[in-house]
């Protein structure tokens, strides 16, 4: 178990802008997904992927605290809420993208 901190370039790789910057860096994942032609079901399947990990981090330093091993209540309550964190963009990107296909649904043809 690692104590880094979670950046939201894990959780939606290549899409964060740096501070200051206008610009967007691609991750080396995007970059693969997009030479192999991958589309955006696969960058939202990695995404869910990393939701995932962190829900798991999270419940594995639960589980250690609880059973006494030497693990701080602060890095519990911090993956807890990386995770709690993640879950909220993962299920707010899934909204946007159900009120898209309902918008698109609507149009006239």
């Given at each position: ?6 950046s939201l ?27 192999k032609g ?36 602060h890095q ?34």
């Open positions: 178990m690692s104590s880094e901190p979670v370039n894990r959780i939606l790789p290549g899409y964060i802008e740096a501070p200051g910057k206008a610009t967007v860096k691609l991750s080396a994942d995007v970059v693969d997904i997009k030479e991958g589309e955006f079901s696969d960058l939202f399947s990695e995404m869910i992927s990393s939701v995932n990990d962190l829900q798991l981090d999270s419940s594995e330093i639960q589980s250690a605290f609880l059973s006494g091993d030497p693990v701080e209540l519990v309550m911090i993956k807890a809420e990386e995770a709690g964190v993640a879950m909220d963009l993962l299920l707010e990107i899934r909204n946007k993208l159900v009120d898209a296909y309902k918008e698109i649904m609507r149009m006239p043809v």
